[in-house]
């Protein structure tokens, strides 16, 4: 495999290395997939992003399997609603990973999740993967984590999957939701109340759930009527509203 | 891990087995997720559903894995717009599964895909989920895997992703694909002209893309006007609508 098919011709250094964007699943490391893992366990240049500085949601999935003697390129990435912040940070790892690149080593590129799925490795793929081959190695998303560990089928036969961000202003969501059929609820964090108040004035709430740190020890799966007044960046709500439509 | 929180306590029998719906991911077996394998490395007993009585792509997925002794359960599942000869099948797999649960057997029920995302094991766990301990092991769903091989970001920060099945009517896919931002279509099979005629009308044909058996060796990626006339159930089309909204 090298570059995909549809971003054009590989123009970049013959014997440059290879970036590699690696998804890393919900956060339990026994969901990180064989192919990540080789990858992971054979790297000899590992970047992931952390968060201002502090930890790294990324590395600690993977942290059993990365070599000792790995160089690690972290990248400071700001949580602000402003982009500017965050785009200067992806500008400095990316110099860092073209810097190993050039220098013939391979990078694998960590990111929780899907690397293409509000993923941290969309930013480093739009700078460099017409410079320098690619490849990107799909991950479990969070959200069919949530639903399994929730017990909801999200999708069946012709049944549609509406995947909304709960930064959408109350009033999208509440269109949105009134004309879908399962749906899905990322980043819910500080928007929990906002969301909560659109499902419930739309009848919903009875099939409602809120999921926080699908499969880690940390887990919380509960009805959304039961959820804590506070949630984290990383909470989902999930929303299916046929009546057992799956038999 | 038991049972999923919200689906009630466990009341069965106590030295049952326990049942796993595990999924497998899009079909590169090394896109299995390191607890997928574990499981069916070690599973006495392995079950997956068949077309018709013919290949199951689900078992060829972890065909290296499944070890020789192991007890196996073909479902043999028909292809029809009907529902009840499926459900007829899904009664029959879910009656042998219950026999080896009842001995104190764990049961692997392998599932391309994810499990709850348009997967066969929802059918098994509609009638299981209540009287035995069951688990849910989430996969790589078609979805981003396609996106990975086509080099194609499905959706960044606040975009909403919209997953339509193709077998809906063209006014319904039109529709709903004009109020989208990024679009997946799944399923696409001999829906491909209705869909294609959808796109084109709508003006969205240059950015839609075609992803047949992705992962596989007999993988296609392609624009979608180049796409060929017929096309396999496991295909989709990508559809982005933003201008490099990840920048």
Redesign the interface.
């Known amino acids: 495999m090298s ?5 054009g011709e590989f123009t970049g250094q013959d014997d440059a290395g290879t970036l590699f964007g690696v ?1 890393l ?2 956060g ?8 990540a ?2 990858l992971i366990e054979r790297a000899d240049v590992i970047a992931y992003p952390t968060l201002a500085g502090g930890a790294s949601f990324a590395r600690s999935i993977a942290a059993d399997l990365i070599p000792s003697g790995a160089l690690e390129i972290a990248m400071d990435v700001p949580m602000s609603v402003e982009r500017a912040p965050a ?1 200067a940070a992806y500008d400095k790892g990316a110099s860092q990973i073209v810097a190993a690149l050039k220098s013939g080593q391979d990078v694998v590129c960590l990111c929780e999740g ?6 941290s490795f ?2 480093i ?2 700078r460099l ?1 017409n410079r320098f081959r ?1 490849e ?6 969070s ?3 949530c ?19 709960g ?2 202003p109350a009033e999208e969501l509440h269109a ?1 939701i009134a004309g879908a059929e399962s749906v899905v609820i990322m980043k819910v964090g500080r928007h929990l109340t906002k969301i909560r108040a659109v499902i419930d004035d739309l009848g919903l709430m009875e099939r409602a ?1 809120y999921v926080e740190r699908a499969t880690l020890p940390q887990e919380k ?3 959304l009527k039961d959820a804590p007044q506070e949630a984290p960046y990383f909470s989902m709500i999930l929303l299916t509203k046929g009546a ?1 439509p ?2």
């Open positions: 570059n995909p098919t549809l971003r998804g699943g919900p339990a490391p026994d969901l990180i997939t064989l192919r893992a080789r785009q899907d690397p293409f799925f509000y993923g969309m930013y793929f739009a993967s690619v990107v190695v799909p991950g479990v998303t959200v069919t984590a639903a399994a560990r929730a017990g909801m089928p999200l999708a069946a036969r012709n049944e549609r999957l509406s995947v909304l961000p930064p959408l949105r759930v799966v509960l009805p057992d799956w038999l």
